[in-house]
């Protein structure tokens, strides 16, 4: 048995855990359980930043799975490498479409939009509309801050509980943050599992839409019925409007917004771009000079910067406000600044500070998980579970769901469980696309207090740790649970 500064130094070639036991599947299955729980446990009880553990449990396992110190080293830094490759930039970009979409006041014409839409009944819908849409291309933590105080005016003025607004709000934005591959997790598990991004997108967004719009047929009779009042720090100075008051007096009031349609078109022309050219080069053939135009324009990359380049023109015009909103959040900021500062410098500062936090996690969740992918048992645990006889399509979705409820990360979730299945995919038979989807479903189950959107939510729409998992943890479930019914159906089906 190999001294303990062999295995450090030199690695164990057998293949044997501490203690010369052999590494077996069911082995295997152990340690990576304790391997979570070790992560639960840091992270929540020792208040451990999630980069440092996951890199202290990707060493240990490393370790303990027969690698040597230098080897796994090497293994942390290929994965964190090549799990963020492809995708920091459109984190990036995405940040700052968000920032140029609060300060221009495009937020607040996209909520009005869709107050129009409902002529003014079931308000409760107009601020998870928009987030639903401002999530399909910026981060689910920043539509939360974008619609709590548009949230917290329409339940004062309509006196509309936070029990009816919040989980909605918090549906609307995991949805989208889960299945739509411009958010990290879910982009890095399609390029992980090479699926077509443009099927990934107009999938994820179709089942995301049935399973919102179900979820609130379902839920509307019951989260009604305790009256929660908005975060009085958003709600303050607006009064309840009359039970019978025009349109025009519910709209959020804010002077020198974008038109309606300039404040959809950062978000909604990055989506197009991607869906067009990665199901137009479907259609033609490879090497054509047709493929290459619908493969630039589908660049993933390249939609996102053209979302930034039109959020940028909504500041023409109206300088002073995004200015005055800018300096908010960035004191560097003067009277005498330029529109090029403001775009270039301000917004890309705040984007950066914005996205490092996820963009890091997501680097040292995909270290870990190349970690186990790059272990032979990975696939004898693969066979294991296709013999249970299960449908092979349970698995990946189960897979997440442990995961996001041990680890409160849904991009650490998916990454993990996606580094598990990747080896097993010839063996289960599922397309890439069917166990992406499967993987961001499952994200959405197990959503509930060692999740950092939780915590932001309850504060920002006012609901205490009890209300929170009443109805922001059950309604994101039942959300997560009829989404991946849909994709059973659709796949079943033979459309996806």
Not at 293 to 319: D, E, P, Q
Request: glycine share 10%; proline share 5%.
């Amino acid at each position: 048995m190999p001294s303990i500064a062999d295995r450090i130094f030199r690695g164990d070639k057998n293949v044997n855990i501490p203690g010369g036991t052999p590494l077996t599947p069911t082995i295997f299955l152990i340690v990576l359980v304790l391997a979570v729980a070790l992560l639960v446990y840091t992270t929540i009880k020792l208040k451990i930043h999630p980069v440092i553990s996951l890199f202290v449990i990707a060493v240990i396992l490393g370790l303990v799975l027969g690698g040597s110190l230098g080897d796994t080293m090497d293994k942390i830094n290929k994965y964190f490498g090549s799990t963020l490759a492809g995708i920091a930039i459109v984190i990036i970009f995405g940040a700052i479409i968000a920032m140029g979409i609060q300060d221009t006041g495009a937020a607040t014409k996209i909520t009005n939009f869709f107050i129009r839409i409902f002529r003014g009944k079931h308000l409760e819908l107009a601020p998870s509309s928009a987030a639903f849409v401002m999530t399909l291309a910026v981060f689910g933590n920043i539509s939360e801050v974008l619609t709590a105080p548009i949230s917290a005016i329409i339940a004062k003025r309509k006196k509309i509980t936070m029990a009816l607004i919040a989980p909605l709000v918090c549906l609307g934005l995991t949805l989208t943050h889960g299945l739509v591959p411009t958010h990290p997790g879910i982009l890095a598990v399609s390029i992980m599992f090479k699926a077509n991004i443009g099927k990934v997108m107009v999938w994820g967004i179709i089942i995301s839409f049935i399973a919102f719009v179900a979820s609130y047929l379902i839920s509307r009779p019951f989260l009604g019925r305790e009256y929660i009042a908005p975060n009085p720090e958003f709600a303050a100075g607006y009064e309840e409007a009359p039970e019978n008051a025009p349109l025009d007096q519910l709209y959020i009031k804010e002077e020198g917004t974008p038109s309606t349609f300039w404040s959809f078109m950062p978000l909604i022309v990055p989506l197009v771009l991607i869906a067009a050219g990665s199901l137009g080069t479907l259609g033609v053939k490879k090497g054509s000079t047709a493929y290459a135009v619908f493969n630039s324009l589908g660049n993933t990359t390249f939609a996102l910067f053209v979302g930034v380049v039109l959020v940028a023109l909504l500041v023409v015009g109206r300088k002073n406000k995004v200015l005055a909103s800018a300096r908010k959040s960035d004191a560097s900021l003067s009277d005498k600044s330029s529109a090029l500062e403001i775009t270039m410098n301000s917004w890309v500062g705040r984007a950066m500070k914005t996205a490092i936090d996820p963009l890091i996690m997501i680097g040292m969740g995909g270290a870990l998980g190349g970690i186990l992918q790059d272990n032979a048992m990975v696939k004898q645990l693969g066979a294991m579970i296709v013999n249970l006889s299960v449908p092979a399509v349970i698995i990946p979705f189960v897979l997440a769901a442990v995961m996001m409820g041990a680890t409160g990360s849904m991009t650490i979730a998916v990454m993990i469980s996606a580094s598990l299945v990747n080896p097993m995919m010839g063996a289960l038979g599922l397309s890439p696309v069917v166990a992406t989807l499967a993987i961001g479903c499952g994200s959405m189950v197990f959503w509930h207090v060692n999740c950092s959107g939780f915590w932001m939510m309850t504060s920002l729409f006012n609901l205490n740790t009890k209300q929170g998992l009443k109805y922001l943890t059950t309604l994101n479930a039942l959300g997560g649970i009829i989404g991946f019914a849909v994709l059973c159906g659709a796949s079943a089906l033979g459309w996806v």
